[in-house]
């Protein structure tokens, strides 16, 4: 049987793929992410394993056919094997692949910087695959043809034995023998299977508007980290979240007075000021990720530092810091200040470091107030500033989302109430959160593109045979559909690594789905239902095969892993795409095409 030496070549092939892959975006100057190194293997081991199936078992129903026929089977014939194997699987492959190559490479258009880099890597070793496959597998299989024909073993080929025609396999024989006879036995089975499945994709188009939003950071780490104790205790005991900014300065780019009459209004003063709004959103049960406690640079400087404790001391143009001896200082005058004045004085005040021994003036702003402003080079006027504030008690992603959004949304009402100040917030969490406005966008937009891709190359390779491009396209959308379903039940939240799984499962819903249509197609069989059972016998006992050999068994060893990021995105979901795509292949789409396939 052509297995061992075939098979294993076709895994060393994925696995030059990948690596190649890898050399040729990082001499472009694209990183390497844990999301590519994770998920590439996984795709090109599903489309590279389902393709060396397909090709063995080629091979082994030439040869079987030629046994059966008491052809002589000799060295001399190993060239017209090829050419008949060739002949009868390439034009499946070539449609698969090609129809994922042209999907991934237009996901490197997202705006997401991690499914470009994705799409990048998926599309390279996509065509590396192929090309190996077409090329290096068939030498590999050449050379393990010679060793059959010779009637060598297939590990101890010093041995010689007698031709005898290959084992079908359990998986082939139950497929032949009793799924692609029982599926299709009557018109009545292939409608039920119809209906159970579109009431399926219909539950799952239901759900969506549930899917959660997120990655929470305990995730990513192992079972036993001591950072889990962390969370726990800052999740429970803590009554403050993260600390938040918000930016102001002047809408035209030009230095800011801050103490002239209309913008200390639109910053401190006005009912809708930056600072009344912050204690209104604050105080609002609405908002309840604003804590409330704005601060603001110039608030403290005028009623705390220069008012209501004996802060400000100087010796002429000098500050006279409390840390320091002050001898020869004097109070600083504050009836009557011009505006230089007041900038001088507020300069000090930034700079002066703060006594906690109750022994000189606590208030000075340098730790808490160093960075709150930039002034201009003639230091009369401010360029920018911010006032701080807290966010809530934040212990889910949702909340930090919901967090950022409330801070936006408060930057926005001031933004509009004000025509001198234009106020931007900002957290330090800020940034990784930002991916959550456009991602459900980039989900839909990703999909949509691949899957309307798919169906055009699938039209044009199968010879613009619509019903046929219509089913391929109608098999990858119901299972991305059932994926983003099965997410909410399965509690797998909407992100990057999740988003670019869902990109995988249309990669190797194309694979299967596109392999059984083309095998349908050129069926020579008479009727829709002989014509999809030759298909599924055909192409079904590669998918079965390929998936319980090698991707049922690397996803099941994820399980075991002490990181909660392996067992929700790479167990759970993998495992899930794997399940939805081969029912969607050797269940939905055989009945499917037995009852209006044509």
Request: hydrophobic share 45%.
């Amino acid at each position: 049987v052509v297995s061992t030496q075939s098979t294993g070549g076709g895994v060393v092939i994925v696995l030059v793929s990948v690596i190649s892959a890898l050399g040729v975006t990082s001499y472009a100057g694209l990183p390497t992410t844990l999301i590519v190194i994770e998920v590439i293997p996984f795709l090109i081991l599903a489309v590279g394993v389902d393709n060396v199936y397909i090709m063995v078992q080629g091979i082994q129903k030439i040869i079987t056919e030629k046994i059966e026929r008491e052809e002589t089977l000799s060295p001399g014939a190993i060239r017209g094997i090829l050419s008949s194997m060739m002949r009868d699987v390439f034009p499946a492959m070539i449609l698969s692949s090609l129809c994922q190559m042209v999907a991934f490479a237009l996901g490197s258009l997202s705006f997401m910087p991690s499914v470009q880099n994705f799409a990048y890597n998926a599309t390279i070793a996509l065509l590396m695959n192929f090309v190996l496959q077409s090329t290096v597998f068939l030498i590999l299989i050449r050379l393990d043809l010679l060793r059959q024909l010779s009637g060598r073993l297939d590990v101890l080929c010093c041995v010689k034995t007698k031709i005898s025609k290959p084992d079908r396999g359990p998986t082939k024989w139950f497929i032949e023998e009793y799924w692609s006879k029982y599926l299709l036995f009557n018109k009545w089975i292939p409608a039920f299977v119809l209906i159970f499945f579109g009431c399926f994709t219909i539950a799952n188009v239901m759900l969506i508007p549930d899917l959660k939003l997120g990655l929470e950071p305990t995730m990513a780490l192992p079972s036993d980290s001591y950072l889990l104790n962390y969370y726990d205790i800052a999740y429970t005991d803590y009554r403050i979240g993260p600390g938040m900014s918000f930016v102001f300065k002047s809408r035209d780019g030009s230095p800011l007075n801050v103490y002239e009459e209309k913008t200390y209004g639109e910053l401190i003063s006005n009912k809708n000021s930056l600072l009344n709004t912050i204690t209104k959103y604050g105080e609002s049960a609405e908002f309840q990720y604003i804590s409330g406690r704005g601060s603001s640079f110039m608030k403290v400087f005028s009623e705390d530092w220069l008012e209501s404790e004996p802060c400000c001391w100087n010796n002429g143009d000098n500050f006279c810091s409390s840390i320091k001896d002050r001898d020869g200082c004097s109070v600083c005058p504050t009836k009557n200040m011009t505006s230089d004045t007041k900038y001088k004085y507020l300069q000090w005040f930034i700079s002066d470091i703060p006594r906690t021994d109750g022994s000189g003036c606590s208030k000075g702003g340098a730790v808490s107030y160093s960075n709150s402003a930039k002034f201009s080079s003639s230091n009369r006027s401010v360029i920018s500033g911010r006032f701080t504030s807290d966010h809530g008690v934040l212990s889910t992603s949702q909340a930090f989302i919901t967090a950022r959004q409330q801070a936006l949304h408060l930057a926005d009402e001031v933004n509009s109430n004000n025509k001198i100040v234009q106020v931007y917030a900002y957290s330090s969490f800020y940034p990784y959160y930002e991916q959550y406005d456009t991602i459900l966008r980039e989900c839909a937009v990703n999909l949509v593109v691949t899957i309307i891709a798919t169906f055009i190359v699938a039209l044009l390779l199968l010879g613009f045979q619509l019903h046929a491009a219509l089913c391929v396209m109608l098999s990858v959308t119901m299972c991305a559909v059932d994926m983003i379903g099965s997410m909410v039940y399965l509690d797998i939240p909407l992100n990057a690594i999740s988003l670019v799984n869902l990109l995988l499962s249309v990669g190797i819903a194309v694979e299967f789905s596109a392999n059984i249509v083309q095998a349908y197609t050129t069926s020579k069989e008479t009727g829709r239902a002989n014509k999809a059972r030759q298909a599924l016998r055909k192409t079904g006992p590669a998918i079965v095969s390929g998936i319980a050999m090698t991707n049922f068994v690397g996803v099941i060893v994820l399980a075991a892993a002490k990181s909660q990021l392996f067992v929700v995105f790479y167990f759970r979901m993998f495992f899930t795409i794997n399940v939805l795509c081969v029912a969607h292949t050797i269940i939905f789409l055989p009945a499917f095409l037995a009852f209006i396939g044509d």
